[in-house]
């Protein structure tokens, strides 16, 4: 009779079962407690890790996604060694080996042959002065490339989830952490280019918190929070986290209706150096300005600005940038477009530059197609076309299911409607519309 190996009250038979797969087999039984620990440690949720999973998969060009439920089978230990992609992805999220986050590969696998502490070491010699999680309460005396690392990791990983659910005060708090964090880091002894970088990636979290504000429409908070975000990055001598903290601060003026602000904020962008070097960035600064003169009824100026938005953003190239630019693109583009033309009149342009806009964007960015949906059934509205805006804004609510709609989308469904009950305010299309779904979009 062969030996047997006890867990909780089953019984299994080791014997000539090679070592891999009997830990694989504890794993299925017991779960996968070394992830679960890592993804505490960094602060993550499932759904978090999984967005933050398909960016690295994105950035290695791999067609393949990961889900929630694909994070459960990993945590619950039914899937013991992801594909190899997925291993690599995950290297990358939590910056250790992957058999450190509990994962067993296969007894045939050759990488079991290798000396483990011979993996580690040239694992570790790669991220310089590898260090604990950016969001677990101890930090070590001395601070490396690898804490900005991970601090960056979750800071893109909070960026993802605000593509896909929009701004709230869960994703505010957990920015700000990721902040004081990488200001606790500075206490630690480290080079002043380290020092500089954490200064930088404290104001991307900054900033990111007062995104989040914007978004949920808690505007005053997203004042204080730029005030201190532009502060930051000014310390950073970061010419590209300056533009982060400008974009917004046209934001949130463009949200309070000072459109001359907004148009000072995203000229005050356009002057930074890093504007003149990244044909990208000064396309999206050019149409930061063409929606300002917009607002402010010049039309000349803001098609001019929009030109040269158009002809920046056919020089841009690929190239690795922030993960908070990573909106802008084509589709943003179309869909600043189609804002600035419904306000100029030009309705039926508008309609179509939406539909652009919606056909380049990708699936991911959740919160920004349903922007686009309504700016969509607004331009539709204001061409006296009642039914089909209406039926438009159904795909809204479709596109947000399952997540609180976020306060500047609700504003914006509060601007449709006023502008469905002047338009057709004794249709009964309107009337429809309004009992259907005043309730949805006023209070979730």
Known sequence: MGLLL?????????????????????????????????????????????????????????????????????????????????????EGVFRCPIEELGFIPPASNARLEEDPHVFRRTFVSSTVGAAASPLVGSWRSTVGASDVARLRDHLDALTALDDQRGGHSELEESALKGARKAIEFQKGSTSQRIRLRLFSVAAGYTANAAWSCIDARQLDRAQGHLDEALRLAGMAQDSIA????????????????????AVAAAQAAQALGVTRRDPMVASLTHARTALGHSNLRDGAAALRSLRYAESALSKARP??????????????????????????????????????????????????????????????????????????????????????????????????????????????????????????????
Not at 64 to 88: C, F, I, Q, S, Y
């Open 242 to 261: 300056q533009v982060q903290v400008w974009n917004a601060t046209a934001m949130l003026a463009h949200q309070r209706r000072d459109h001359g602000g």
């Open 319 to 444: 190239e690795p940038r922030p993960g908070w630019l990573q909106f802008y693109g084509v589709a943003e583009l179309h869909a600043l477009t189609a804002i600035i033309l419904d306000r100029l009149g030009e309705h039926a342009a508008a309609e179509a530059a939406s539909y652009r806009a919606l056909s380049a964007l990708p699936k991911n960015f959740r919160r920004n197609r349903a922007l686009a949906t309504t700016r969509l059934a607004l331009s539709q509205l204001h061409q006296g076309d009642v039914e089909q805006a209406c039926a438009t804004t159904e795909g809204v609510f479709s596109l947000m299911e399952g997540a609180p709609l976020p306060g500047r989308m609700r504003s914006l469904l509060g601007d449709f409607y006023r502008d469905l009950l002047t338009l057709a305010p004794d249709t009964a299309t309107a009337r429809a519309w309004g009992d259907r779904y005043r309730t949805e979009w006023s209070t979730t």
């Open 6 to 90: 006890l867990v909780g009250t089953r019984k299994f038979p080791v014997l000539e079962q090679p070592v891999a797969g009997l830990l694989a087999t504890v794993s299925r039984v017991t779960g996968n407690s070394s992830l679960k620990a890592k993804l505490d440690q960094l602060g993550l949720t499932q759904a978090e890790l999984a967005l933050a999973v398909n960016a690295h998969l994105r950035a290695a060009a791999e067609r393949d996604t990961v889900g929630e439920r694909t994070v459960r089978t990993w945590l619950n230990g039914k899937t013991a060694w992801p594909h190899k992609a997925k291993r690599r992805a995950l």
